[in-house]
């Protein structure tokens, strides 16, 4: 299904999702479906009224004047060697007789006497004519009777002319007059003999490559004059830079001496002024769209270099880089931006032409050239590169880290295959005994002590950060130091950041592989506090069992009575908890009052009464003491 066509309201939202693909109307081809001699006929800027559609006037507010050579009223020639137009065809806006052929052949517009007509595109209609004042063809583009009582269509049309009626480059088809007759806008505009850049593709199967880069350098130059011309408005603001948004070939003339010229600006946006499309559409020729434009994202003059990279690519290759079968289709490739490269397709082309071509078709617009100037640069480099290529000459090729990528990244894996190696051997040597040298033992020692010290200041963050820092014995670490880092991390995060999942994965992890009464106590502290009284109770009976000595106690900040305290208090807070909420049995109220009583004892509750663990002591066996009489 042929997609060349414009599509003026596309809602980016539904492409695709559920919903059929939109079948978008056949128009009628930019240039004449018959054959057309080169040099025949010329081609001025055609448009189907969807391009541009959604894009408000860009601050030009519509002038009753015109811009060309005769600047009198709108269009009007008021020297008698110029018949007036006729402002009796344009009566009411629209032809009188419509049904009674083309009445525009014969007629005034302007200056011009209009000859015949050569194309019709979907908004406008296009004559030769020739301007009487300085005796020269031109080609006149009338908007369509139909269209002309839509107020969008006809400021979109006017822009389009007061736009183009400001730039001026060789590389561009210059725009002389605008003007009014009726209800009816014409746009002036250069006769140029030539032919579009489709009818060249479509007679030259294979385009040479030194022509292709010609052909869009040319482009390039008139799209860097675009996008940074200065045009102050009637209101005296001022546009820097203007966004064409529909390049393609049907845009593109070719004169006979290879001259290009970019025409048909109806879809054009100023860049520096306010005028978004409307919300939720799109404005372009969907093959030729860049991801952003599709989506109706925001665009800059990186919108227009990718059009221009589809441009290459099917110049290049006789095809264009996104095919489907259907609109929808058609767009999300376009946004999944996949294609098959240039040097698969035609192997002739150069390296450098086809790195060019994929940097103008990057999906994220951050990878592509930012100026037009840069593209004139790399098609420079590539046009010199392409002739010297299979010559034996050499070529000034700028550094690519596309084409180093192979080598940088031999080289970055040969670096880290060495440092592996060093690490591996580093490891090796800890592991057979050098970690139990009397230095790196006073190092680790000295680090744990730092670690300590905030912990004592309470920077539990840098004690935690330093505890890290700490290695396992399996990487060369002191096996006691390496057990009591870990001990004291695993404190910190359950006592104080209050994060008992990983404190109990680490206790857990040390239970298999140490024997240290310590592990016991935390443990059972912890799954007292996660209301696994029953758990609790048994790793805190293992602890207070135990005679062995924990490895904490090498410490000058271990305080072992306050750490036995600890333990006491969860033990008997796990037995009131087994008998208050799992099972009321005599013998387990009995374990309890006894456990809170060691408590009262071992803290010295009696001496001590401000403290908050003695008073809930105290109220938990008055309670206990209760149920028991009960």
Known sequence: MEQDQDITT??????????????????????????????????????????????????????????GPAASGYGADTRDSAPE????????????????????????????????????GGSALIYRAHNLTFGLDRVIKILKPALAEDEDNFDRFKQEAQLTARLDHPNILRVFDTGEIGKQFFIEMEYVEGQSLRSYLVSHIRVREADILGLASQIAGALEYAHNVQIKTAEGDLIRGILHRDIK????????????????????????????????????????????????????????????????????TGRRPFEADNLASLLWKIDACKFDRVRKLRSAISPLTEELIEKLLSKSPEYRPATAAEIQ???????????????????RIPFSFKRA????????????????????????????????????????????????????????????????????????????????????????????????????SILEQLRREYDDPAIDA??????????????????????????????????????????QKDALYAYANALDGQYTFIEQKPELLDAAMLAWD??????????????????FMEKRVDELAKLRKK
């Not at 860009?58 to 004047?65: A, E, Y």
């Not at 919108?303 to 221009?308: A, G, R, W």
């Not at 912890?526 to 005679?547: D, H, I, V, W």
Request: hydrophobic share 35%; proline share 8%; with cysteine.
């Open 598 to 615: 060691r408590f009262g004892r071992f803290s010295d509750c009696v001496g001590d009464p401000d403290d908050k663990r003695c008073r």
């Open 405 to 504: 990528y192979p080598t940088i990244a031999l080289v970055s894996s040969l670096i880290a295959l060495g440092l592996s190696g060093y690490t591996f051997w580093r490891g090796w040597r800890f592991m057979n005994g050098f970690s139990a040298s009397p230095q790196l033992h006073s190092y680790f020692t000295s680090l744990l002590g730092k670690a300590m010290e905030a912990e004592m200041s309470k920077d539990y963050a840098a004690a935690l950060a330093t505890y890290e820092l700490v290695p396992a014995p399996d990487k060369g670490g002191d096996r006691q130091v390496y057990l009591e880092a870990q001990l004291r991390s695993a404190a910190i995060f359950f006592r104080h950041k209050d994060q008992l999942t990983k404190a109990r």
């Open 10 to 67: 596309m809602k980016t939202r539904a492409l695709g999702r559920g919903a059929a693909p939109p079948v978008p109307e056949p128009i009628a081809p930019a240039y004449p479906s018959h054959d057309l001699p080169t040099g025949s006929h010329s081609m001025s800027a055609l448009r189907h009224p969807s391009q541009g559609e959604g894009s408000e006037p860009m601050g030009i507010p519509p002038g009753t004047h015109s811009f």
């Open 249 to 316: 070939p049907e845009n593109i003339m070719i004169t006979g001496s290879g001259a290009v010229k970019l025409m048909d600006f109806g879809a054009a946006k100023p860049m520096s002024v306010n005028t978004r499309t409307m919300q939720g559409t799109v404005v372009g020729t969907p093959h030729y769209m860049s991801p952003e434009q599709i989506n109706g994202d925001p665009l800059d003059a990186r919108s227009d270099f990718f059009s221009l990279g589809v441009l290459l690519y099917e110049m290049c």
């Open 85 to 120: 137009a006729d402002a009796s065809l344009f009566a009411g806006g629209i032809p009188m007789d419509p049904f009674s052929g083309d009445p525009f052949p014969g007629r005034m517009v302007g200056n011009c006497k209009i000859l015949e007509k050569i194309n019709e």
């Open 377 to 395: 640069e790399s098609l420079q480099v590539s046009l010199r590169a392409f002739r010297v290529w299979g010559s034996g000459g050499t070529a």
């Open 522 to 563: 935390y443990l059972g502290q912890l799954y007292f506090g996660q209301a696994l009284y029953m758990e609790a109770k048994e790793r805190l009976e293992a602890f207070l069992g135990s005679a062995k000595t924990t490895v904490l106690r090498n410490s000058s900040y271990f305080n072992p009575h306050d750490f």
